[in-house]
């Protein structure tokens, strides 16, 4: 599986089935007064972990101008600087910010002003005169909205500052009539083993999408390594009082989640590999059109992750299996 590329939606640009994402590197900043980054990050680890992506075949970056209020971008562009040939970009926009102080505001600007300023200010921090997956950050926009924004999306791809785009969402019926009414590419929304987004992978594959997974290790619950005894920092996003952070609950893994990974981690740990590795197997097994971006921080985190590559795929008969287990859990399990 490794050495096979996919194209991302319609368009020519191929990508590994592997990506990473670079929320962590940006370090700390803050959402609406509240930790969003998780904690702590070396650059230089970062830098390296990115350089070494590119040297096992992983060439998908997924990226935000809110992650680090810019600093991820600025990370990545130094990262790839020579090398922006063998990598395919994605950054996402939406959310206004202070640089000065770190701040990240959930108020969104969408109107083609600011939406171009953002494409603009992307371009310089990532280094480069193209972006190759530009991504709407904001999962819900007023139907009379998205036109506008698509009509700036189409702009900005005629002018070739951008080759491709989507939307981060998580709201299937809005994705569906943003694919029909678009040009877009992909549609990045949360998927992993613990929580099923039937919805959204049905949009995706109808519409030829790419189907982008964020959260594919649940937050790094299916990591393997916190236990109920676990606790996180206030300064990292799980250890925060975000509504949205669903698998950790005040800095302690949800229990509920906990109950589900016990449940299948033989089946996910089972030829050799690693929960991680399991996890991502699953996420490849579940549809053709997924690409997983799991979030890393380290050169190490990054070799456990390409080596999934390796192994593949789950068979059938082992998605069936974890379907049977976590059925119990069903009413939990819808992303």
Same mark, same amino acid.
């Given at each position: 599986?490794?050495?096979?590329?996919?194209?991302?939606?319609?368009?020519?640009?191929?990508?590994?089935?592997?990506?990473?994402?670079?929320?962590?590197?940006?370090?700390?900043?803050?959402?609406?007064?509240?930790?969003?980054?998780?904690?702590?990050?070396?650059?230089?680890?970062?830098?390296?972990?990115?350089?070494?992506?590119?040297?096992?075949?992983?060439?998908?970056?997924?990226?935000?101008?809110?992650?680090?209020?810019?600093?991820?971008?600025?990370?990545?562009?130094?990262?790839?600087?020579?090398?922006?040939?063998?990598?395919?970009?994605?950054?996402?926009?939406?959310?206004?910010?202070?640089?000065?102080?770190?701040?990240?505001?959930?108020?969104?600007?969408?109107?083609?002003?600011?939406?171009?300023?953002?494409?603009?200010?992307?371009?310089?921090?990532?280094?480069?005169?193209?972006?190759?997956?530009?991504?709407?950050?904001?999962?819900?926009?007023?139907?009379?909205?998205?036109?506008?924004?698509?009509? @700036?999306?189409?702009? *900005? +791809?005629?002018?070739? %500052?951008?080759?491709? !785009? =989507?939307?981060? /969402?998580?709201?299937?019926? &809005?994705?569906?009539?943003?694919?029909?009414?678009?040009?877009?590419?992909?549609?990045?929304?949360?998927?992993?083993?613990?929580?099923?987004?039937?919805?959204?992978?049905?949009?995706?594959?109808?519409?030829?999408?790419?189907?982008?997974?964020?959260?594919?290790?649940?937050?790094?619950?299916?990591?393997?390594?916190?236990?109920?005894?676990?606790?996180?920092?206030?300064?990292?996003?799980?250890?925060?009082?975000?509504?949205?952070?669903?698998?950790?609950?005040?800095?302690?893994?949800?229990?509920?989640?906990?109950?589900?990974?016990?449940?299948?981690?033989?089946?996910?740990?089972?030829?050799?590999?690693?929960?991680?590795?399991?996890?991502?197997?699953?996420?490849?097994?579940?549809?053709?059109?997924?690409?997983?971006?799991?979030?890393?921080? @380290?050169?190490?985190? *990054? +070799?456990?992750?390409? %080596?999934?590559?390796? !192994? =593949?795929?789950? /068979?059938?008969?082992?998605? &069936?299996?974890?379907?049977?287990?976590?059925?119990?859990?069903?009413?939990?399990?819808?992303?």
């Amino acid at each position: 599986m490794k050495a096979i590329k996919k194209k991302l939606g319609h368009s020519d640009i191929e990508v590994s089935p592997l990506g990473v994402g670079c929320w962590a590197i940006g370090g700390p900043f803050a959402l609406d007064g509240l930790p969003d980054g998780w904690g702590d990050v070396d650059d230089h680890e970062s830098i390296r972990m990115i350089r070494v992506a590119l040297e096992h075949g992983v060439n998908f970056f997924d990226t935000a101008d809110a992650y680090g209020v810019g600093h991820s971008e600025e990370i990545l562009g130094r990262a790839l600087k020579g090398k922006r040939h063998e990598a395919v970009i994605a950054t996402k926009f939406g959310y206004t910010h202070d640089i000065a102080t770190k701040q990240v505001f959930s108020r969104a600007d969408l109107s083609p002003a600011y939406i171009r300023t953002a494409c603009e200010a992307s371009l310089r921090r990532l280094g480069t005169d193209y972006i190759d997956l530009y991504q709407i950050h904001v999962g819900e926009i007023a139907p009379e909205a998205l036109h506008s924004v698509i009509e @700036s999306l189409d702009t *900005l +791809k005629r002018e070739g %500052s951008i080759r491709s !785009y =989507g939307w981060s /969402t998580w709201d299937a019926e &809005q994705a569906a009539v943003f694919a029909a009414n678009s040009s877009a590419d992909a549609i990045q929304h949360s998927l992993n083993v613990l929580a099923d987004h039937e919805q959204m992978i049905n949009v995706c594959e109808s519409n030829h999408l790419s189907s982008i997974n964020n959260s594919p290790l649940a937050m790094g619950l299916l990591s393997g390594k916190f236990d109920s005894s676990s606790t996180l920092p206030q300064d990292d996003v799980r250890g925060t009082k975000h509504d949205w952070v669903r698998y950790f609950k005040n800095g302690k893994p949800n229990p509920d989640y906990l109950d589900q990974l016990d449940a299948v981690r033989e089946v996910l740990t089972s030829e050799g590999r690693t929960l991680a590795q399991g996890a991502l197997a699953w996420i490849w097994g579940r549809s053709a059109a997924t690409i997983p971006i799991p979030g890393l921080k @380290s050169v190490a985190q *990054l +070799k456990e992750i390409a %080596s999934a590559l390796e !192994y =593949g795929p789950l /068979t059938e008969s082992q998605m &069936q299996e974890i379907r049977t287990l976590l059925s119990p859990f069903d009413s939990k399990n819808e992303g």
